[in-house]
């Protein structure tokens, strides 16, 4: 079942696990963000495959990239941590909030629940702990980005309330030939 670690999050839910045992959910310190690191890296090692235009970097090129991100995140960062019964972390939502001169955002960065512990309801209590911090923080517009083919991120975002948006959304890479325009 889940539970909190801290009174920081006195409603947060308490949902059968499906025979993981306890899992812990809690709000991490800036400091700790190094304990989803590991997690963050298997993140971007997977999702690379789908993207076969940007370049195709190892591991070991991942994570001397990650050592540096959560320096240069502006914004302010919280980090929502999944622990199970040993206190291994083993999922965890990304949040940044910043206020572009028209009223407080939010952006769910990133979502990663290890492939292991997926299927039992630790994806929608991330979730649910963004959008509630959404609603606490009276954040006028939030977001989330995810590719269309995702159908278990699509669904997981669909039932916490967020909406395909009927923008187009175009994007800027600094690649050589915008670097030399």
Same mark, same amino acid.
Request: a negative charge; glycine letters at 10%; hydrophobic letters at 40%.
């Given at each position: 079942?889940?539970?909190? =670690?801290?009174?920081?999050?006195? /409603?947060?839910?308490?949902?059968?696990?499906?025979?993981?045992?306890?899992?812990?959910?809690?709000?991490?310190?800036?400091?700790?963000?190094?304990?989803?690191?590991? @997690?963050? &890296?298997?993140?971007? &090692?997977?999702?690379?495959? #789908? +993207?076969?235009? #940007?370049?195709?970097?190892?591991?070991?090129? =991942?994570?001397? #990239?990650?050592?540096?991100?959560?320096?240069?995140?502006?914004?302010?960062? &919280?980090?929502?941590?999944?622990?199970?019964?040993?206190?291994?972390? =083993?999922?965890?939502?990304?949040?940044?909030?910043?206020?572009?001169?028209?009223?407080?955002?939010?952006? &769910?960065?990133?979502? +990663?629940?290890?492939?292991?512990?997926?299927? #039992?309801?630790?994806?929608?209590?991330? =979730?649910?702990?963004?959008?509630?911090?959404?609603?606490?923080?009276?954040?006028? @517009?939030?977001?989330?980005?995810? /590719?269309?083919?995702?159908?278990?991120?699509?669904?997981?975002?669909?039932?916490?309330?967020?909406?395909?948006? /009927?923008?187009?959304?175009?994007?800027? +890479?600094?690649?050589?030939?915008? @670097?030399?325009?």
């Amino acid at each position: 079942m889940f539970s909190r =670690i801290a009174d920081q999050f006195p /409603r947060a839910p308490t949902l059968p696990s499906s025979g993981m045992g306890t899992l812990v959910v809690e709000r991490l310190a800036e400091g700790d963000f190094s304990l989803i690191r590991p @997690l963050l &890296v298997d993140l971007h &090692v997977a999702e690379q495959e #789908h +993207y076969e235009d #940007h370049p195709q970097l190892s591991r070991g090129e =991942i994570e001397g #990239h990650l050592s540096s991100v959560p320096s240069t995140f502006s914004g302010e960062n &919280v980090v929502f941590a999944v622990r199970d019964d040993s206190g291994q972390v =083993i999922g965890f939502c990304w949040v940044v909030l910043f206020d572009p001169g028209t009223g407080l955002e939010g952006e &769910v960065a990133e979502v +990663y629940v290890a492939p292991e512990h997926r299927g #039992h309801g630790v994806g929608e209590v991330l =979730i649910d702990q963004a959008t509630r911090l959404f609603r606490e923080r009276g954040v006028t @517009l939030g977001y989330v980005w995810t /590719r269309p083919d995702n159908e278990a991120a699509v669904h997981l975002y669909e039932s916490a309330g967020f909406e395909r948006s /009927r923008q187009l959304v175009l994007t800027w +890479y600094p690649t050589e030939a915008n @670097l030399t325009s």
